[in-house]
């Protein structure tokens, strides 16, 4: 199987789910998380139509980006370390992982000397896994209103992962309760527009994310696996 024939196997599997939940595909974006793999099958999967890459640390994306053909979407999706805020936001377009309120502060002043605009998500556990990187939901207001102070950090939406299991079903209701708070504190604090991603499902649990209104899917294995 080449990363084509993966991608044409998931975007299928997407279409179906969409279709099952009344969803229009069209606004589900499809990140390749790029982290296990090099710049040859990448600029494939791009050639495949993929429009949004992810990586999980800074510096190996930007090694991988000069090498690139097409302009594509630059996600951040692993555990930013505060000392890579400023990298990170010259050559990322959205993070995920928005995780702890001194990430903030400093995203807060690299953005100001930067002076980029750059999308974020705030990244949830849900799991309760003490492994699991994320905040819970009772602080995420504190956090929504820390980053609306700056000009150029953008708001965007919420990102999970779900539990390791074999089961996906398993993480069904952590899905359908990001998209919950995800929804309350919209209407709460009156968010905008901006306020637009919900960043949920990975290789094994992508079709149960898109059946609970996942937009951002953030799939690896099953785009580069080799079998
Ligand atoms: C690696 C990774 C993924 C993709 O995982 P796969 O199981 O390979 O699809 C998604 N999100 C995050 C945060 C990751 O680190």
């Not at 527009?193 to 799939?219: C, F, K, T």
């Amino acid at each position: 199987m080449s990363i084509a024939a993966n991608l044409e196997e998931i975007r299928k599997r997407i279409n179906l789910s969409a279709a099952a939940a009344n969803r229009d595909p069209k606004s589900i974006r499809l990140i390749a998380v790029t982290k296990y793999v090099g710049v040859a099958e990448i600029n494939e999967a791009i050639k495949a139509g993929i429009a949004d890459i992810g990586e999980n640390r800074v510096r190996d994306g930007i090694l991988k980006f000069p090498d690139l053909i097409g302009n594509v979407t630059k996600h951040l999706i692993g555990t930013l370390q505060t000392n890579k805020v400023k990298p990170a936001l010259e050559h990322y377009d959205l993070i995920h992982s928005v995780d702890r309120l001194g990430l903030v502060d400093e995203l807060l002043k690299q953005a100001a000397k930067i002076q980029r605009k750059v999308e974020v998500l705030i990244q949830l556990n849900l799991s309760g896994e003490k492994t699991k990187h994320g905040i819970s939901p009772a602080e995420l207001p504190g956090f929504v209103a820390k980053l609306s102070t700056s000009e150029y950090l953008i708001p965007a939406g919420l990102m999970t992962m779900g539990p390791l299991t074999d089961n996906p079903e398993t993480v069904r209701p952590i899905f359908r309760s990001l998209r919950e708070i995800f929804e309350d504190i919209a209407r709460s604090l009156k968010l905008g527009p901006n306020w637009r991603y919900l960043s949920m499902g990975m290789s094994q649990d992508y079709h149960v994310a898109v059946e609970e209104g996942a937009n951002l899917l953030r799939i690896g294995t099953a785009i580069f696996k080799a079998e």
